[in-house]
T-cell receptor, first 114, second 111 residues
Framework: DVKVTQSSRYLVKRTGEKVFLECVQD?????MFWYRQDPGLGLRLIYF???????EKGDIPEGYSVSREKKERFSLILESASTNQTSMYLC?????????????FGPGTRLTVL | DQQVKQNSPSLSVQEGRISILNCDYT??????FLWYKKYPAEGPTFLIS?????DKNEDGRFTVFLNKSAKHLSLHIVPSQPGDSAVYFC??????????FGAGTTVTVRA
């Protein structure tokens, strides 16, 4: 069964802190994604990666960076957290060959920046 | 600028009746469409998809219809059940591995 896990379900941080969100998938998927979900805006793509050490900017990369050192792990980094980064963060993965565009999501991390 | 639009933020339907969710898109490069379902405090789960070579795809109680000329798709749930109460997201792909999502429609199924 497909499994994407995220390191925390809920996180509270202070403005200016560096924040790490971790995502792990056990499906041997090449592609991994980070989204944020906000009311009325749906899911917006922050960054994605189609291979180890590869990364591409999504629609809203400002204020974020990512790291993919291993195939199964994709990290989202908030260099200096701000209150407008309070959101639900969702990680997803997909396989480039099998149903390429069907993405499988983790449970999400609700981040609050005070 | 959102390329995928779900213009109805919410939908209330009686148990046993049909739920119809609508989605419009603007990018003519999109050729693969998906619906996801999301419960509170959980990640979205894949529900059903359709390729642009088809105009209908059915999976149990769920049917997705695609009208390419109108750039419109819809999801029908028949019959609606209380467990269907969730947020439904429409998504589209231009086969570049990325998905563009709509804002979501919250469905409430009344007993």
């Amino acid at each position: 069964d497909v499994k994407v896990t995220q390191s925390s379900r809920y996180l509270v941080k202070r403005t200016g802190e560096k924040v790490f969100l971790e995502c792990v998938q056990d499906m041997d998927h090449e592609n991994m994604f980070w989204y944020r979900q906000d009311p009325g805006l749906g899911l917006r793509l922050i960054y994605f990666s189609y291979d180890v050490k590869m990364k591409e900017k999504g629609d809203i990369p400002e204020g974020y960076s990512v790291s993919r050192e291993k195939k199964e792990r994709f990290s989202l980094i908030l260099e200096s957290a701000s209150t407008n980064q309070t959101s639900m963060y969702l990680c997803a993965s997909s396989h480039p060959l099998a149903g390429a565009d069907t993405q499988y999501f983790g449970p999400g991390t609700r981040l609050t920046v005070l | 600028d959102q390329q995928v639009k779900q213009n109805s933020p919410s939908l209330s339907v009686q148990e046993g009746r049909i739920s119809i969710l609508n989605c419009d898109y603007t990018n003519s490069m999109f050729d693969y469409f998906l619906w996801y379902k999301k419960y509170p405090a959980e990640g979205p789960t894949f529900l059903i998809s359709i390729s642009s070579i088809k105009d209908k795809n059915e999976d149990g109680r769920f049917t997705v219809f695609l009208n390419k000329s109108a750039k419109h798709l819809s999801l029908h749930i028949v019959p609606s059940q209380p467990g269907d109460s969730a947020v439904y997201f429409c998504a589209a792909s231009a086969r570049d591995y990325k998905l563009s999502f709509g804002a979501g429609t919250t469905v409430t199924v009344r007993a």
